[in-house]
């Protein structure tokens, strides 16, 4: 390569790894746990974010990660607890001494605290619980006390709030006096006498306007209010679909209790994304890299069986033809053609279909125009690989009636992967069944089954 080639390569490769965890930096964190070196572990912990010490523990071996906990040992952040995978915190936190996760926890946001002791074991949730203060202590029992998954979960507690009636002047010196204010904030709450939120004001409006004007009048025009059982995924729906930044949340009576900010909703967001992800492939959305072969492995195995039981019955239905398939061997060279294409056309829909229903776009409204849609689409593809299929097969076995056959077993194939793909989420999601766990083993069945039935089917028919 020219030099220019040379620099432009460089700038890629720079480019793919912008934000990667440089492994100079994990190999010298292990330098200094070797050594014992604390001062020398300090020192390559104190520049990163919790999130890449965080991705240190995560890469390591656990006798290594053991030993760098005990070595960075009081300098240990809870926000490094709240970036961890959720397999790993139980592991660290009870390595962590007590005076350590003590100080460690009370440094976070309830939302955060919350976060990391819901998937504890109880005896770890009362260690950390033990180590708050009662006020902090009976915010986080009453985020738990709310269902898993809903907003009263996401939410923290500490929120900024003022009455309706105050002026910017007002808000301005209640937040420079006040002794302690959430971390991260961007609206003020405007409430009214019973604490019923009635609009946000951004934290720019306040800074920007004169002492003398009312709150009330820098209202934002979009104020949506969460209510405390709403599921957190149509939370994180609601902050994407109206480009919110933060929401009050509010009880059973309308009374704000929390408030929820944009990081939590798109964390939610990401999780969700990442399961379905995982659901279709088969594999538990609880997965990780840091997961023992014991529990990869059975996490794995269910699908995997349901898998089975579809290939059985594929088998079944080769089986139905195997004296065709005895009398012209090139059918049994085609068969994987027509199974592998028609199951690569089915994931495809499904997956569209998929992520179409999480996030709300397939509804009930647009269901049959989308289902028309991917019909055509199949029934186009169907077509023209069945043209190209029938021309190689023409030419490859020189028998132009196998040729037709496996042109129409093609187009069959595709026009079935293409209603199976996108009937069967709607049908498991209309069932209340999740159709990214669900949809798989279905999908491939309905391709490999009518796949093999309508090539067998047909080479019967014509060939002999």
């Known amino acids: 390569m020219t030099e220019t080639q040379d620099q432009i390569a460089a700038e890629a490769e720079v480019e793919d790894d912008a ?42 071996s656990p006798a290594d ?19 961890l995978d959720e397999g790993l915190r139980e592991e660290i936190i009870a390595i ?21 002791v819901e998937d504890l074991d109880e005896p770890q949730q009362e260690a950390i619980l033990d180590q708050l203060e009662d006020a902090d202590r009976v915010a986080v029992e009453q985020s738990l006390s709310y269902p898993e998954f809903s907003a009263g979960r996401l939410m923290q507690r500490e929120t900024v709030f003022a009455p309706e009636h105050w002026t910017v002047g007002e808000t301005i010196d209640f937040l420079r006096n006040a002794e302690e204010l959430p971390e991260h904030f961007y609206h003020v709450i405007l409430v009214d006498p019973k604490m019923r939120p009635i609009g946000n004001v951004t934290l720019s409006k306040v800074m920007s306007t004169r002492r003398n004007v009312a709150m009330v009048d820098l209202t ?20 994407n679909q109206y480009h919110l930044i933060s929401a009050p949340v509010v009880d059973e009576d309308d009374r704000l209790i929390g408030m929820i900010t944009i990081d939590d909703a798109m964390a939610v967001l990401d999780e969700e994304h990442e399961e379905d992800i995982l659901r279709l492939a088969g594999v538990s959305d609880e997965s990780s890299l840091s997961d023992t072969i014991f529990d990869a492995a059975r996490g794995r195995a269910t699908w995997l069986f349901v898998n089975l039981l579809t290939a059985i019955l594929a088998s079944l239905v ?27 056309a089915g994931t495809q829909t499904m ?37 190209l299929m029938a021309l190689v097969a023409g030419f490859w076995f020189g028998i132009p009636m196998l040729a037709l056959v496996i042109g129409l077993a093609m187009l069959m194939t595709q026009i079935a992967a293409a209603l199976g793909g996108i009937v069967i989420p709607m049908a498991l999601d209309r069932a209340g069944i999740d159709p990214a766990l669900a949809s798989g083993p279905f999908v491939t069945t309905v391709t490999d089954v009518v796949g093999f039935f309508a090539f067998l089917s047909l080479a019967a028919a014509v060939l002999l």
């Open 96 to 116: 962590l001494r007590p005076d350590v996760l003590a100080e460690a926890v009370r440094e976070l946001d309830s939302d955060d605290i919350v976060d990391i």
């Open 351 to 387: 997956t569209v279909a998929v992520r179409a229903l999480a996030t709300k776009d397939l509804t009930t409204q647009n269901a049959v125009r989308v289902v028309w849609r991917e019909v055509s689409v199949g029934a186009l593809n169907g077509l023209l690989f069945g043209c």
């Open 220 to 239: 934002e025009e979009l104020f949506q209010v969460i209510p405390v059982n709403q599921d957190e995924a149509d939370v994180a729906y609601a902050f």
């Open 65 to 83: 990660r053991r030993r760098l906990i005990l070595l960075y040992d009081k300098e240990f952040d809870g926000e490094i607890l709240s970036e």
């Open 318 to 344: 080769i089986e139905a033809f195997a004296e065709t398939i005895d009398q012209m061997v090139a059918l049994a060279v085609l068969m994987p053609i027509v199974a592998s294409m028609g199951g690569n």
């Open 19 to 60: 934000y990667k965890l440089d492994q100079r930096t994990v190999a010298r964190a292990l330098d200094a746990v070797e050594t014992g070196d604390r001062q020398q572990l300090s020192d390559v912990m104190e520049p990163l974010h919790a999130a890449d010490i965080a991705d240190i523990l995560e890469q390591i």
